[in-house]
């Protein structure tokens, strides 16, 4: 895997944005999605950063319609692609979804990719469920309150590195156990703050029962507000299904269910990996939440004094102001995604977006040694927050990962001033003085030091927090159109849509070439059956030698008949497709064939006196062995498979009548040989018998 950088992203962009006509899109297409982006694409550099950005912002506010693909009525919202046994073609229902038009219709507060009011409510579980009256109770679903994602770049790769961080304690600890053969326990501290403790026993086994606010594979999961997801990537994978029922290719396509249509709503392959990489790092590249100092003198005062009351209560043990990060570079996708979100290990190259370089990128708080400082008041970590006492914030019934119901991750407090009537994870309390009274739990010492607190600290502690809010940012496009500019790279003119047919044209071209190496290695496996019968009819010729006899007159037996010339020279016609003209592939596509049916004649030429001469022999034919059969009876299973793997239309088709037909060929050619050199080995007996008779 190789790292291409936005520096080399923005080289060649001129070369893809020029000669493309916006007017692409067919008169009267109502899609919201008229591209996909493929990741080769994105890999090879073909739009800049900012573009990447710009196209994620159009997919995060488009309004998915009918065409595009929204809607699953064929499976549910679950994570895991599941199938529903009955269609359901309702589009929209506003409790187990899809329920909403676009990912902004909830991230909007205060611009694309805030946080949503009440009304944007997630019934968090119920999205897995047959629709149901029941989905908005609690037995059945969690309700959350929509989070920003401001910033969101920044949490992901501090907790990728804290992920590396406890990785290597683990490894670390286990080693030393082996070494030292003695069990050894680590704390698990990264970034100053602790998840507990592991261990490890000498023979390598790894103790976990001490992890604490993290699960036990060690992956800080920053994402939902009970920490159970890995990367913005999955989600997106996953919130563009339940929301939205637009599937993306990764999780819901071919490789993963065996099916281009999985909801069964008409629409293949919904969303593209690249289509996905560019949400992604719309997301990834939200500006961080920025401290607004207020413009009174006393609030001002207040706030800076709130600041330092808000440690001294201990809200900082949890609600840790900054935390330092070694890399600002957004690599996509990330290195924790699990199988059904693209993995590293599944690109030739992985996307690299600096943040630091973005323009707000350059406020960030850097130190000496060059860490950025993140100040996102959390410490990515699941605190207990309720108790019997103080039981608010334990208002859900069911379980989600390996989370408790009472846990939640710390909230990142750095956007709280811009929260007011929607705080805690349904969104459901008003304000921040009554979110602060219901921590319970862990949290419960630092609440009791807050209440106790004079009136004019615990509001200075509000006064600063009041003072944390969401960038300001304009958007730059209206929601649902596609910017001219956009629409400009994206939309491919009539010789764009030339270009891609030629390069999906390669593609056929490469499977054939498949098919024509299978041809070959038939061809091969004929030789060595010609072989083998030369070397037995020198043992023919030999035992006739012995047998002072001479062979009788040959009966010119025709057996072997060479590749039709016709089939493969329709083929070769079928491969001058105009817009291959140039496609050196092709070349070597006909050169291979060539050969193929050279190798193939050539064995045929070599095993047709060798058959001869064993019909000398003319014992009469015994029966017919099954082995001729099996090779060819692969290339047929094969041809079949790759069809069924790629459908590849017409020329492929042609491919596998030919490959068909070069099949049934071999396997004559192969019961030829298995009657030789049956009779051969006939012969060689009977003479051996002779002989013996002799003496
Ligand atoms: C109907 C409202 C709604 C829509 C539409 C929606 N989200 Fe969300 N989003 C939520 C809620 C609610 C949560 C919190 C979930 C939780 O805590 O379990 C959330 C959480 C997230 C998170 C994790 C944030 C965090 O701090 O944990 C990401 C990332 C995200 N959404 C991205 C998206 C994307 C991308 C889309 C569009 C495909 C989308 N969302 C559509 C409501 C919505
Ligand atoms: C033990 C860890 C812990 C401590 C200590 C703690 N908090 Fe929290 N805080 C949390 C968690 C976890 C949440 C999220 C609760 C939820 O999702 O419902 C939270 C949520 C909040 C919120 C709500 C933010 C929002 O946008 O909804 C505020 C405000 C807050 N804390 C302030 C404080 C203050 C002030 C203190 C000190 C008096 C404090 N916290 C101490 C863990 C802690």
Redesign the pocket.
């Known amino acids: 895997m190789k790292m291409i950088t936005t520096a080399s992203i923005a080289l060649v962009v001129a070369l893809a944005t020029t000669g493309r006509d916006a007017a692409a899109q067919p008169l009267g297409d109502e899609r919201a999605l008229p591209f996909h982006l493929a990741q080769r694409d994105l890999e090879r550099g073909k739009f800049t950063a900012e573009q990447l950005v710009d196209v994620g912002r159009y997919l995060?506010a488009a309004k998915f319609t009918l065409l595009d693909g929204a809607g699953r009525p064929g499976s549910t919202g679950a994570a895991l692609p599941t199938r529903r046994p009955t269609i359901n073609a309702k589009p929209f229902l506003r409790t187990s979804g899809p329920?909403?038009n676009?990912?902004a219709?909830?991230?909007n507060e205060p611009s694309v990719g805030g946080a949503?009011s009440f009304t944007?409510?997630?019934f968090?579980g119920a999205q897995e469920r047959e629709p149901t009256l029941e989905s908005v109770s609690g037995a059945f679903s969690?309700e959350?309150?929509?989070?920003?994602?401001f910033g969101?770049g920044l949490i992901e790769l501090l907790a990728r590195e804290m992920t590396a961080d406890l990785h290597g304690i683990r490894a670390e600890a286990v080693a030393n156990a082996k070494q030292s053969g003695k069990r050894v326990s680590r704390p698990l501290v990264t970034k100053g703050v602790r998840f507990g403790a592991i261990g490890a026993e000498p023979n390598g086994t790894v103790l976990t029962e001490q992890i604490e606010g993290v699960d036990k594979d060690l992956v800080v999961r920053?994402?939902?507000?009970?920490g159970v997801?890995t990367s913005?990537r999955t989600?997106?994978v996953t919130?563009?299904n339940h929301?939205?029922g637009?599937q993306a290719v990764e999780r819901y396509g071919m490789r993963q269910t065996g099916h281009r249509d999985f909801d069964r709503d008409g629409v293949e392959d919904e969303l593209s990996e690249g289509d996905i990489t560019a949400?992604t790092l719309f997301?990834a590249a939200l500006p961080a939440p920025v401290v607004v100092e207020p413009l009174s003198a006393q609030r001002r005062k207040a706030a800076q004094r709130g600041r330092q009351v808000f440690a001294d209560a201990g809200c900082t043990t949890c609600h840790i102001a900054a935390l330092p990060l070694r890399s600002s570079t957004f690599v996509e996708p990330g290195p924790y995604n699990l199988e059904g979100t693209l993995r590293q290990k599944e690109v030739d190259q992985t996307i690299n977006l600096d943040l630091a370089a973005l323009p707000w990128g350059k406020a960030l708080r850097r130190d000496a040694n060059g860490q950025i400082w993140v100040e996102a008041f959390t410490d990515l970590r699941r605190h207990r927050i309720a108790d019997p006492e103080t039981r608010t914030l334990a208002n859900e019934v069911v379980s989600?990962g390996f989370s408790s119901t009472d846990e939640f991750v710390t909230k990142?407090l750095w956007e709280v001033g811009s929260s007011l009537g929607s705080y805690g994870?349904r969104g459901d309390i008003t304000t921040i003085n009554d979110v602060i009274l219901v921590h319970g739990g862990e949290a419960r010492d630092a609440r009791l030091k807050y209440q106790a607190l004079r009136a004019e600290d615990r509001a200075a502690i509000i006064e600063f927090l009041r003072t944390l809010q969401a960038p300001a940012i304009e958007a730059t496009a209206p929601p649902n159109v596609l910017p001219t500019a956009l629409a400009a790279v994206l939309l491919p003119s009539d010789g764009a849509a030339a270009i891609d047919r030629a390069v999906a044209s390669v593609g056929e071209v490469q499977a054939s070439e498949q098919i024509v190496g299978r041809a070959v290695a038939a061809a091969n496996r004929a030789e060595m059956t010609a072989a083998r019968i030369r070397s037995l009819s020198k043992r023919i010729d030999h035992e006739l030698a012995k047998l002072g006899g001479t062979a009788a007159p040959v009966p010119t037996t025709k057996i072997v008949a060479a590749l039709p010339p016709a089939i493969a020279d329709s083929l070769i016609e079928q491969l001058a497709i105009p817009d291959l003209a140039n496609e050196p592939r092709r070349e070597k596509l006909i050169d291979a064939l060539r050969r193929a049916e050279r190798a193939i004649s050539e064995a045929h030429a070599q095993a047709e006196p060798a058959l001869q001469r064993a019909a000398v022999a003319s014992l009469d034919p015994p029966a017919l062995t099954p082995t001729g059969y099996v090779p060819a009876q692969v290339v047929i299973r094969n041809a079949t498979q790759l069809r069924h793997d790629h459908q590849f239309g017409r020329l492929y088709e042609e491919v596998t009548v030919w490959c068909e037909d070069l099949a049934f060929r071999t396997e004559q050619l192969g019961q030829q040989v298995a009657v030789a050199a049956l009779r051969t080995e006939a012969f060689a007996t009977r003479s051996q018998l002779a002989a013996a008779a002799k003496h």
């Open positions: 995060f329920d909403a676009a990912c219709s909830c991230h949503g944007a409510n997630v968090v969690a959350r309150k929509s989070p920003s994602l969101s920053p994402w939902s507000q009970k997801v913005l989600f997106t919130a563009m929301h939205h637009m949400v997301q989600q990142r994870h």
